[in-house]
């Protein structure tokens, strides 16, 4: 999908209510929240397996490489995941909204994938969830890892860290959500304005 599909369809904080009292199942909670509280891309999300999640330290750690015998590895990659881009290897703090979910799940060897199945199954699901919140516009897994980046810029997190959280290669993507956002210069302005 599209940087501008994406950014055109963000969810705002009624509509992520909304989607996320839209989850019927387990299932749908763990690819909702999970995408929504993590901002990974689809592809890091379905091989989220608990080798990659440090307890101690709260986070994910996002690897460079990882044997993989899912059907989009093996036929595409030699049987080898890695992530789009080498800004992509990081770490993901856990949020307390998917700490319980991902403490359950993660009591068995397996990946998300194993659960949730192919990007197109997911994007299926999440497309189905959308419309049960009554959404008046499209959703897809990059609108919740979008959604991430806005909601994160709007808590305040600058541009140097929203970019490596997100594991983008550039500023860019990273200036637009800050910018989108609004929140340095709302703080700007009522500051000027309070003197």
Known sequence: MGRA????????????????RACKNHYETL???????????????????????SWPEGVIRI??????NCGECVKKRGGVWTPKTKDAVRAIPILPE????FREFFTHPRKVGDYIGTRNV?????????ERAGLNHPIFPHV?????????????????RLKD????????P??????????????????VWKQ
Not at 122 to 130: C, F, L, R, S
Not at 144 to 160: C, E, H, I, S
Not at 178 to 184: C, D, L, R, S, W
Request: charged share 30%; net charge neutral.
């Open 5 to 20: 599909l994406t950014r055109e369809n963000l969810l705002y904080e009624d509509e992520v209510d909304r989607v996320k």
């Open 31 to 53: 690819l909702i929240y999970g995408e929504l509280y993590t901002g990974m891309r689809i592809s890091e999300f379905l091989h989220l397996n608990r080798r990659w999640i």
């Open 63 to 68: 690897p460079e490489r990882m044997p993989c």
């Open 98 to 101: 998917v700490k319980e979910l």
């Open 122 to 130: 997911a994007y299926y699901h999440v497309e189905q969830i959308g």
């Open 144 to 160: 919740l890892r979008g959604t991430f980046a806005y909601m994160m810029a709007k808590k305040g997190l600058d541009v140097f």
């Open 165 to 172: 959280l997100m594991g983008w290669a550039t500023l860019e």
């Open 174 to 191: 990273a200036v637009w959500y800050v910018k989108f956002a609004g929140m340095e210069l709302k703080e700007e302005v009522l500051k």
